[in-house]
């Protein structure tokens, strides 16, 4: 049974989360963080929310798709979250000079939250780091805080581990909370029918999936239908999922290097199990070590964070073309 209705017409957060167009992680996310909705319990302990409730989760979700940062608008009123969606200059923000960040505040802003999560990464201290993490995806928003704060500060998590100051367990400490955390950074707007579709995953032997959950969640706020499939898999597995999707693409990270001939064998092999009409990209920071594979099947190798969105654009265009 999905939901739970009686008289005051109380829904289970499954039910409300299919009528209010925000996932159920979410809405618990903007409750525990900003009390956006405010939900009572049954008698077994199971959140139940109302009809009120559904109305401002879906007001929620078109004001913060729009751009507006949930940590000002959660305490609206219905009527507020309503003037603020049709422009109402009636409507003002707790604090309108901080409601749009320029690039470079935004940067500034990031290194900040960098030496702040590196500290907590430091001191061991799983919930310091996931309490500046929430507040930086609220700050910096998805993009940035992929590009600004994670990627630098998983270099830096990196570099120090090699020289001695972190152990590995720090490095798995982090990873893990910003795992937890994906449902958050991904797109929650509903991609169009017509979307391209992509497959994110990683090669055989290649356990480590920062790099593709991070592309994955680019590419849906791309605006693609992206499936993801973790890491460590076959080129036949990954193949499989090509074929019963329809991908336009397949995207894969590569983490680490080593000297045997696994990766270029499943990347030939790949390349021919899914044919020349579906791209498929590269990246990863060891990407570059199999570059002469790479080149010769025509791999697209993914340059920076902006090249991947140009590549998704290009991609998405040549697909609505052919529509």
Same mark, same amino acid.
């Given at each position: 049974?999905?939901?739970?209705?009686?008289?005051?017409?109380?829904?289970?957060?499954? &039910? %409300?989360?299919?009528?209010?167009?925000? /996932?159920?992680?979410?809405?618990?996310?903007? @409750?525990?963080? !900003?009390? =956006? #909705?405010?939900?009572?319990?049954?008698?077994?302990?199971?959140?139940?929310?109302?009809?009120?409730?559904?109305?401002?989760?879906?007001?929620?979700?078109?004001?913060?798709?729009?751009?507006?940062?949930?940590?000002?608008?959660?305490?609206?009123?219905?009527?507020?979250?309503?003037?603020?969606?049709?422009?109402?200059?009636?409507?003002?923000?707790?604090?309108?000079?901080? &409601? %749009?960040?320029?690039?470079?505040?935004? /940067?500034?802003?990031?290194?900040?939250?960098? @030496?702040?999560? !590196?500290? =907590? #990464?430091?001191?061991?201290?799983?919930?310091?780091?996931?309490?500046?993490?929430?507040?930086?995806?609220?700050?910096?928003?998805?993009?940035?805080?992929?590009?600004?704060?994670?990627?630098?500060?998983?270099?830096?998590?990196?570099?120090?581990?090699?020289?001695?100051?972190?152990?590995?367990?720090?490095?798995?400490?982090?990873?893990?909370?910003?795992?937890?955390?994906?449902?958050?950074?991904?797109?929650?707007?509903?991609?169009?029918?017509?979307?391209?579709?992509?497959?994110?995953?990683?090669?055989?032997?290649?356990?480590?999936?920062?790099?593709?959950?991070?592309?994955?969640?680019?590419?849906?706020?791309?605006?693609?239908?992206?499936?993801?499939?973790?890491?460590?898999?076959?080129?036949?597995?990954?193949?499989?999922?090509?074929?019963?999707?329809?991908?336009?693409?397949?995207?894969?990270?590569?983490?680490?290097?080593?000297?045997?001939?696994?990766?270029?064998?499943?990347?030939?092999?790949?390349?021919?199990?899914?044919?020349?009409?579906?791209?498929?990209?590269?990246?990863?920071?060891?990407?570059?070590?199999?570059?002469?594979?790479?080149?010769?099947?025509?791999?697209?190798?993914?340059?920076?964070?902006?090249?991947?969105?140009?590549?998704?654009?290009?991609?998405?265009?040549?697909?609505?073309?052919?529509?």
């Amino acid at each position: 049974m999905t939901n739970f209705k009686d008289d005051s017409s109380q829904y289970l957060i499954s &039910t %409300v989360s299919k009528r209010s167009g925000v /996932k159920s992680d979410l809405v618990r996310a903007w @409750e525990r963080r !900003y009390q =956006a #909705v405010t939900p009572t319990r049954t008698a077994g302990g199971h959140r139940v929310y109302t009809d009120q409730d559904i109305a401002r989760l879906k007001l929620l979700n078109q004001a913060t798709s729009s751009g507006h940062s949930i940590s000002q608008i959660a305490r609206f009123s219905l009527d507020q979250l309503k003037k603020l969606l049709q422009h109402d200059p009636s409507i003002t923000l707790p604090d309108p000079n901080n &409601t %749009v960040l320029l690039t470079g505040e935004r /940067k500034f802003l990031a290194e900040d939250y960098v @030496e702040k999560c !590196y500290a =907590a #990464v430091l001191a061991f201290d799983a919930k310091m780091l996931e309490s500046h993490f929430e507040n930086a995806i609220v700050e910096l928003g998805s993009q940035s805080f992929i590009e600004n704060l994670l990627t630098p500060l998983l270099t830096k998590i990196d570099k120090h581990r090699k020289s001695g100051e972190l152990r590995p367990v720090h490095e798995h400490m982090a990873s893990a909370i910003i795992r937890s955390l994906t449902y958050i950074l991904r797109n929650n707007n509903p991609c169009s029918e017509h979307a391209p579709r992509m497959i994110v995953s990683t090669p055989i032997g290649q356990i480590y999936e920062l790099g593709a959950l991070l592309a994955a969640i680019i590419a849906e706020l791309k605006g693609w239908q992206v499936t993801y499939l973790g890491a460590d898999l076959p080129a036949e597995e990954i193949a499989v999922a090509v074929k019963y999707t329809n991908a336009r693409a397949v995207t894969i990270s590569i983490s680490f290097s080593n000297d045997d001939h696994i990766i270029p064998k499943e990347i030939r092999r790949l390349r021919k199990l899914i044919g020349n009409n579906v791209a498929l990209i590269v990246g990863g920071r060891s990407a570059a070590y199999y570059e002469a594979v790479l080149d010769e099947v025509g791999v697209v190798k993914i340059q920076s964070y902006e090249h991947f969105r140009q590549i998704l654009d290009e991609l998405a265009s040549a697909n609505a073309a052919a529509l």
